[in-house]
């Protein structure tokens, strides 16, 4: 199938390559032209395991270009708007400009059967005002809504394989053709049994921010249960073993850290909530904002153990941060709680050095006044406390013994409850963990 992907960022450009290596034919259209000359030359212009190999074996297919030029969509049939839906300032609410203006941008250069594909998260009722925009244009194309449950770090294998597939269509005959389109686009997923919901729109918008509501509030329950075991002395890690048993339970997401951040939950569960309010339902889903409110309260109790671990005022205190991205495996630090912490830190007055695998070159352009470092030797040599925030493998895989003879205090805060306690305490290292004695 011919295909466009509007919108080359962590979703599109993995979108656009992954299609164009099932083997359909695909652009790649973006606004930012240094990620479009980037991703021209084949190279990604961001960190994501696999990407690299698939934009290059695309690249090489003949199967893939990209392009600035929105007019470069004409002859696709199926045209995937994958731009971003970022926190409008000053608000909770979801900044929907850029799929308004990718939307009104594609319409001069549909034709009739052509399908537009919403893969955006966005709040709902988005796609019903969107579909009458595209019926006023008489453009002849249809809106389908298909969101993405895409994991960065997993990106590509989920976009290849992903564990489940929905698409929102409209009623009657152009629904059936929209179905259609995107059982072509999705032959591989569909051969093999990938569940599918069809349904309509406004459930597809739903069934994203619900997913992530589901994810985040898992996430804060068992911080939250932290947060207990903290003033009780329990131990929350033992705590989740025991009920992660209970298979209706389940213990994954059950780790209790210093909370979730990326470029989605944060922003997701805010969009959810002001949408319920505008919609007259805020109460359905006030339980969000707590939900909110124990993920940041996280954040600061990594701070003020960190202050309380020093063996000597925090001001000019060497502190070593490991970690910046949100999660492992990514670059990605948009409200990351490790660069928080690490910022909060500095705020404080600590000389924090701070290293990570991947993310350095995006946190040095938000927060240049932190010092970074590459090498992880150098990171630990004489600092009076180390904190891990994002649990890298190299991270994990840290000798303590090793570690013990770098640091001036082997004093460790583990932001993720990661590490060994026991063996990083037998190194001689005094081991602080979250909700855990
Ligand atoms: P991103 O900021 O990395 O990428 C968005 C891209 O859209 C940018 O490259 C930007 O230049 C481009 N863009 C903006 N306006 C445009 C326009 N008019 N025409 C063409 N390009 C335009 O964001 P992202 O992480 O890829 O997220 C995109 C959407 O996907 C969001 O709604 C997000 O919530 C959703 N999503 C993201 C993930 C994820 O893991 N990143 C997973 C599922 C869903």
């Known amino acids: 199938m011919k ?23 695909v652009v790649g259209i973006d606004v930012d032209a240094a990620k479009i000359a980037a991703l021209s030359a084949g190279k990604t212009p961001f960190f994501e395991p696999g990407l690299p190999e698939v934009l290059t074996s695309a690249m090489a297919s003949g199967r893939l270009r990209f392009s600035t030029d929105i007019a470069d969509a004409a002859g696709a049939a199926v045209h995937f708007v994958a731009v971003g839906t970022p926190q409008k300032k000053g608000s909770h609410a979801a900044d929907l400009s850029y799929v308004d203006a990718a939307v009104e941008a594609l319409l001069p250069h549909m034709a009739a059967g052509d399908l537009i594909v919403g893969k955006s998260t966005v709040p709902v009722g988005t796609a019903a005002r969107l579909a009458a925009v595209i019926t006023a244009s008489g453009s002849g194309a249809t809106l389908a809504w298909n969101p993405e449950f895409l994991r960065e770090g997993f990106a590509v294998q989920d976009t290849i394989a992903p564990d489940r597939l929905v698409y929102g269509v409209p009623a009657g005959e152009a629904g059936e053709r929209a179905v259609a389109q995107l059982n072509e686009v999705y032959a591989s997923a569909i051969a093999t049994q990938t569940p599918l919901v069809v349904t309509d729109y406004a459930t597809a918008e739903l069934v994203k921010v619900a997913a992530n509501a589901f994810l985040a509030t898992k996430i804060s329950f068992i911080n939250a249960m932290a947060e207990i075991a903290e003033v009780s002395g329990a131990d929350v890690t033992q705590l989740a073993d025991a009920i992660g048993y209970d298979s209706r339970i389940g213990r994954r997401f059950l780790n209790a850290g210093v909370g979730f951040g990326g470029g989605c939950l944060p922003k997701d569960i805010r969009a959810f ?20 409110a124990i993920n940041m309260r996280r954040r600061q109790r990594v701070v003020d153990l960190t202050v309380t671990a020093l063996d000597r005022p925090v001001y000019n205190a060497k502190v070593a941060v490991l970690g ?3 999660k492992p495996h990514s670059d990605d630090v ?13 705020g404080l007055g600590a000389n924090v050095v701070a290293t990570d695998p991947q993310a350095i070159e995006n946190s040095r352009t938000r927060h240049p006044q ?15 406390a180390v904190v891990l925030v994002t649990e890298w493998p190299e991270f994990k895989a840290i000798d303590p013994v090793w ?35």
Not at 4 to 25: D, K, P, T
Not at 413 to 419: A, E, P, S, Y
């Open 3 to 25: 295909i466009s992907v509007i919108g080359c960022g962590y979703l599109g450009a993995v979108h656009a390559s992954a299609m164009a290596e099932l083997g359909h034919e």
């Open 273 to 292: 909530t002001a949408r319920a309010e505008e919609l007259g339902r805020g109460e359905s889903v006030a339980f969000l904002k707590e939900v909110d």
């Open 324 to 326: 910046l991205s949100f």
């Open 334 to 346: 948009r409200d990351s709680p490790a660069l928080d912490v690490a910022v909060q830190l500095r």
């Open 370 to 384: 932190l010092n970074y470092e590459t090498d992880l030797e150098v990171t630990l040599r004489g600092a009076s």
């Open 403 to 437: 570690a013990a003879t770098l640091v001036e205090t082997p004093t460790i805060v583990d932001g993720r409850n990661t590490l060994d306690a026991a063996k990083w305490r037998a190194a001689g290292w005094t081991y602080y963990g979250l909700g855990r004695p």
